[in-house]
């Protein structure tokens, strides 16, 4: 009863992940704090510093958190007023062998900064597998509607015909960038490392007696040890804040992406061409029974304006950096770096949701089609004065569909549609496939299944 009269956000009570939600979950946080001591102790044992292999073991065997560990460290964190040295006090009496040399020459940021890192490593690579079955998905759904006829919009207003599925590749083309950049952020990722309370690694210079070679090797080997290509060459007390726009500015792409497609899909719910998935036992108004609200949509365009506002966040907080470090930074970062993730997160299961449903009403279409055709057509007489034998080739083929087949007379759609079958299926070939080639993306692609929304 005690967590309904506690306001919890809703990002992981109710629509992220369990994954992401995990990520950042203080479980995860405290134990890769550990981690990160451990990974320093080794490094600083492998270097010559005098640390029992005991300490090391005790370290190893308790890297995860009892609840009565996470309540001595809340009791602890009350009295110091610093959550850090709480939690080294807290590790130290599970690892009384290692009591000592916990956080040995470190400061906080060296466990704060480099598990953000950690995190937001961790995060990228959760968002691109799921951006990568995202794509999957409506890659199917336009190679599947490649040649259907639609009508147009431009200023929302009807223009020349496109098809379904060339419409569906203005948005993949979208999240495929958004998957190149979101994997230029990851990759591009350092490590803060081991560098000290300003920068300069005065403590471990004075730990290892004026010694450049092992300070910098302690550096390469903790770097190594926690999973990183190369730390940051220089640093204040923490990694640049810099960092943090550069890993929220694809995100907040994403979410301009994002919002365009649920845009676009709630306008097409409107003229009831397509619709999102709607279950049978789903009420989509209290008042009005015969509604579809298209919640789902809905719901990605509200969180995707947030994800667009967050990068805002990481621009002013590394702006108003005071030279090697001010702690104005630590409140909005705990609140942004998580909500930028868990959104994210969101946003793409849900259109990964819409995506594996979404229901087309060719009828529809082609009756909206039919009411605006002969306006389409104009343009076409205007260029076809001199086309006597392109429209004999071509009205024969309407016969054929006729005649033969039983179909409708679609003389004037032949034409109208232009390429857009064959962009298509070009598109699909030449740019999607290739994307999705990586071994990490082949992977999320074979185990995903089908997203279930909690609500």
Known sequence: MDALETYQTPLSSRY????????????????????????????????GLPIADEAIEQMKANLDLTPEQFDIAAKEEKKRRHDVMAHVHTFGQVAPAAAGIIHL??????????????????????LLKSLAVLISRLSVFARDNRALPTLGF???????????????????????WDLRNIKRARDDLGFRGVKGTTGTQA??????????????????????????????????????????????????????????????????????????PFESTQIGSSAMAYKRNPMRCERVCS??????????????????QWFERTLDDSANRRVTLPEAFLTADIVLSTLRNVSEGLVVYPNVIARRIA?????????????????????????????????????????????????????????????VEPALTEEELQEALAKTDKVELNV
């Open 303 to 320: 969180l995707s304006r947030h994800l667009q506002v967050l990068h805002q966040n990481a621009l002013m907080t590394s702006s108003v």
């Open 154 to 176: 431009t200023h929302f207003q009807p223009a020349q015909l496109t098809t379904v599925g060339k419409r569906a590749t203005l948005w993949i083309q979208e999240l495929l």
């Open 105 to 126: 020459g470190a400061t906080s940021c060296y466990v704060t900064d480099n598990a953000d890192l950690i995190f937001i490593r961790t995060g990228l690579t959760y």
């Open 203 to 276: 403590s471990f210079f004075s730990l290892f007696d004026g010694d450049h070679d092992k300070v910098e090797e302690l550096d390469r080997l903790v770097t190594k040890l926690s999973g990183f290509q190369y730390a940051y060459p220089v640093t204040g007390q923490t990694y640049s804040r810099k960092i943090d726009i550069d890993v929220l500015a694809p995100l907040a792409s994403l979410g301009a992406t994002a919002h365009k497609i649920g845009t676009d899909l709630r306008l097409l719910a409107n003229l009831k061409e397509i619709e999102e």
């Open 16 to 47: 992220a992940s369990k994954d992401m939600a995990n990520l950042f979950s203080p479980a995860k946080r405290f134990r890769t704090w550990r981690e990160l001591w451990l990974n320093l102790a080794i490094a600083e044992k492998q270097l």
């Open 371 to 431: 009411q605006e055709l002969p306006f389409m057509a104009t343009e076409n007489l205007i260029m076809a004065i001199e086309a006597h034998e392109k429209i004999r080739v071509l009205s024969h083929e309407a016969a054929y569909q006729v005649k033969n087949l039983g179909r409708e007379n679609d003389l004037i759609e032949r034409d109208v549609v232009g390429r857009a079958p064959e962009q298509v299926d070009r598109f699909l070939k030449e740019w």
